[in-house]
């Protein structure tokens, strides 16, 4: 049977299939750092996140960051994995105002009952007390944006600035 391709680019007897690929990839800039994931609701979850979000860092030349950055990571991945396990979870990681935006939505719902939403406000509040501390020395901030009425989920996101977040983690050195 003959070889076909629909890629021109591809040849019949290429024996190599990295021949084609840059042999050492360029940094991207941070203004170009944009990534989204779907994440397991699993306890196994806030590592495969910290991962991934290691590696986006990484090839846009922001690894002085990586200690704050995969502290907020794995925080907020563990915390929405414990609001809704087994449920899909979505993670992202951008570059907004000099600084990192992480964002992690969950599918947990409004409650009916004003009470009873206090207090799961309250209990995610308590699960992310690390995540504030972590916060607050890189001067940033964070926020709960709960479900909507007619929407649901919902949104926990961490801006961490450049410049707090690098002595951030140049002090933990």
Not at 28 to 37: I, V
Not at 58 to 85: N, W
Not at 124 to 136: D, E, F, G, S
Request: aromatic share 6%; charged share 15%.
């Amino acid at each position: 049977m003959p070889f076909v391709s629909l890629c021109p680019t591809v040849t019949p007897d290429a024996t190599d299939p990295s021949d084609h690929l840059d042999p050492a990839p360029t940094t991207r800039s941070p203004e170009s750092l944009a990534y989204s994931y779907a994440i397991p609701g699993e306890p196994h979850a806030a590592a495969i996140a910290r991962t991934s979000v290691h590696n986006a860092l990484a090839a846009h030349g922001l690894t002085d960051l990586l200690p704050p950055a995969l502290q907020a990571t794995a925080e907020l991945v563990a915390c929405a994995a414990m609001f809704e396990p087994g449920q899909v979870l979505y993670l992202s990681v951008g570059w907004q105002q000099d600084g990192i935006r992480i964002v992690v939505w969950d599918p947990h719902t409004r409650h009916a009952h004003s009470d009873s939403s206090a207090k799961c406000a309250a209990r995610r509040n308590k699960m992310l007390y690390l995540l504030a501390c972590v916060v607050h020395e890189c001067k940033g901030s964070w926020g709960v944006i709960r479900p909507e009425p007619a929407r649901e989920g919902t949104r926990v996101w961490v801006n961490l600035p450049r410049q707090g977040a690098a002595d951030y983690a140049a002090a933990l050195c």
